[in-house]
């Protein structure tokens, strides 16, 4: 019984985190969104913050592109963050925990898709008789299922999985908890590589040194490199506009259309 309370709350994390998945994307699948949330709900408001940033850096470079999910890293941080708060774990416990969660959310999420692609031709069935009251009706299931689906696997993955997750943890030995220590401090690493494949140029590249040598050479914190990035992302700003101010307007005699094509590669 001790534990129905906990699921329950992580249940309702975890639909509170597709809510915001069903309606756009609202961020709240982002692991420091999600943690937060768990931690609120869990009464460790600091720890659930604490875990979030350390998965958000794990799933740095993970985004969503159309309908591809390479990992549900929300599903992942929810659980993550929930085992790390329950078991009373290292951070490193809970990454390592996280990433496999993330590859079942993925699993499942497919199968939902299978089964709502399935109801297409209920709609248009729907939409070709003008029907809107049976249209409105079937989109309310297919919303219902998807959120209680995802609140029974939270309400479920906690209840029945903390202690034998919990047995599993404690007869890990030393060595290989000190392994995922390792790990878990590389993966960050990974996740701002991956980022980094999409964003890499000449031009970002000295930005990117400059903020590393501040780190490393400089000793300074994460929040004076914030400060610093601000303060250069405001004059590069200011810069731009400038530039854009100076540009000569199109000739009387000039082709619009050429100016926009112009205008779309310089972008």
Request: glycine share 10%; net charge positive; proline share 4%.
């Amino acid at each position: 019984m001790t534990m129905i309370w906990p699921a329950f709350m992580v249940g309702i994390a975890l639909t509170i985190q597709k809510w915001g998945d069903w309606y756009g994307s609202l961020g709240f699948n982002r692991p420091m969104v999600a943690g937060t949330i768990v931690g609120i709900l869990l009464g460790h408001p600091a720890e659930g913050i604490t875990i979030g940033a350390a998965l958000e850096l794990v799933y740095l470079g993970s985004i969503s592109l159309g309908g591809v999910m390479p990992q549900d890293f929300g599903m992942g941080a929810v659980f993550g963050t929930a085992f790390g708060i329950l078991l009373s774990s290292k951070t490193s416990v809970a990454i390592a925990l996280s990433l496999p969660i993330s590859m079942l959310g993925t699993l499942v999420y497919q199968l939902f898709k299978i089964w709502a692609t399935a109801l297409v031709p209920r709609f248009e069935t729907h939409l070709k008789e003008h029907n809107i009251k049976k249209f409105n009706r079937l989109w309310q299931i297919q919303r219902a299922v998807y959120l209680l689906m995802w609140f029974l696997m939270g309400f479920i993955g906690i209840a029945a999985g903390t202690s034998a997750i919990k047995s599993l943890v404690n007869a890990i030995p030393k060595p290989v908890m000190s392994s995922l220590t390792v790990a878990a401090g590389m993966l960050p690493a990974v996740g701002i590589a991956l980022l980094m494949i999409t964003l890499w140029n000449n031009k970002l590249a000295p930005w990117f040194f400059l903020g590393f040598a501040i780190v490393s050479v400089f000793k300074g914190t994460m929040i004076e490199v914030a400060f610093i990035g601000v303060c250069i992302a405001v004059l590069v700003g200011i810069s731009d506009l400038s530039k854009n101010k100076q540009k000569p307007s199109t000739p009387e005699g000039g082709s619009s259309e050429s100016s926009v094509e112009e205008d779309f590669f310089n972008d």
